[in-house]
């Protein structure tokens, strides 16, 4: 069955039913790999899918033309989950034009070996298809430096690939048919884990955006955008603006229960404040899923038991992935528990999560097993990060 976004513009991408790794993101629900057909005088493809799936999306054409009479592919970003079929698009195609940013052409030779012959776009450019127009506007580091949009001028479709997408597999194509009630979690995972470091660009790409018409946001993941616009665009702006909400995040491990009786009552101290507070034991939470609620929460504090002397492997883990992905202005503090080495763990945790831009309030340490002062004295932390959350 075609699926048409607006007159002669038609997604031919795959749906990954089974995924459920994507780089080390838990994708609990699948994705899908969007690639769509522009059909004027000529023809454009834009971008294409992941190689497993290009029988898939070739498929797919074939419902709506046959795939010679396509003139042009776009290549609005370079990693592999979109790229990743050109060359088997190009040898079954040789004439087939190529298009991509100027940064997607050196990338694009150190991917696939300089085979493929590029045409070099930049932003502004525009390539006229007959009834159709593609204009091209480079939106660096949302995802790749190579990243760039294609927007359809008659039909005011926007194309931006990984922009506003969600790893969601679905017969669903259309946002109205899922619901944002549905499509809002997964458009919150997806920016946390894969825009959350990139705020900057982001607010650049959407004035770039400003003043262009759009009725259609076709992303290059999960479902395809034309009810719910105002609201992803508006939480694309409060997102890389780093705007939270006024709630609290525990996340810790633990090896005999210091650690997280240490966490329950920090939790107690936030709660009494009024603070809603989520509790996430590492190991036994999902990480992925743990990150979405960071890039909303106020407040993230982390906890972990000593171990040879320094941070526990699970808690080392997550804090090395928040560091990189630079969740900024936090209010946080660090906990744990400890045996003989007091001081290390806490340190090592405090200075990751400085580096991701938090501001760390204070390091709370217990040795061994926190006794009824020791829960006080957390208790009584949770209360101090409640009081500047509200005050923030
Ligand atoms: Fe969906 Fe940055 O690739």
Known sequence: MKVELKKGIYWVG????????????????????????????????????????????????????????????????????????????KEALPKVEVMCSPRAEEELK????????????????????????????????????????????????????DAFGQHIASTERFDDELGWDAIRPEATKYYANIVMPYGPQVLKALEALQGIEIEVIGPSHGIIWRKHIPEIVASYERW???????????????MWGSTERMAKAIC?????????????????????????????????????????????????????????????????????????GKGATAKALAADLQAAGMEVMEELQVQFVPDGDALNQCEELGRRVAQKIKKS
């Open 14 to 89: 795959a749906i990954d039913w089974n995924i459920r790794d994507f780089h080390g993101y838990s994708t609990h629900k699948g994705s899908s790999y969007n690639a769509y057909l522009v059909v004027g005088e000529k023809t454009a493809l834009v971008d294409t899918v992941k190689a497993p799936f290009f029988e898939e999306m070739m498929g797919r054409i074939r419902e709506v033309l046959p795939p010679e009479k396509i003139d042009y592919v776009i290549v609005n970003h370079v990693e592999m989950d979109h790229s990743g079929s050109l060359p088997l698009f």
């Open 110 to 161: 150190l991917h696939y070996g300089g085979k493929i012959p590029l045409k070099v776009v930049k932003t502004g450019d525009i390539l006229e298809l007959g009834e159709k127009t593609l204009t091209f506007v480079e939106i660096p580091m949302v995802h790749w430096p190579d990243s760039m949009v294609t927007y359809v001028k008659e039909a005011k479709v926007l194309l931006p690939n």
């Open 240 to 254: 890389a603006k780093g705007e939270t909400e006024k709630k609290a995040l525990i996340v810790y491990d633990t």
């Open 268 to 340: 107690r101290g936030l709660v009494e404040e009024g603070v809603p507070t989520k509790v996430y034991r590492l190991g036994v939470s999902d990480t992925s899923d743990i990150v979405k609620e960071v890039l909303e929460a106020r407040s993230m504090l982390l906890g972990s038991p000593t171990l040879n002397n320094g941070v526990f492997p699970s808690v080392a883990e997550f804090s090395c992935y928040i560091k990189g992905l630079r969740p900024k202005g936090r209010i946080t503090a660090v906990f744990g528990s400890y045996g003989w």
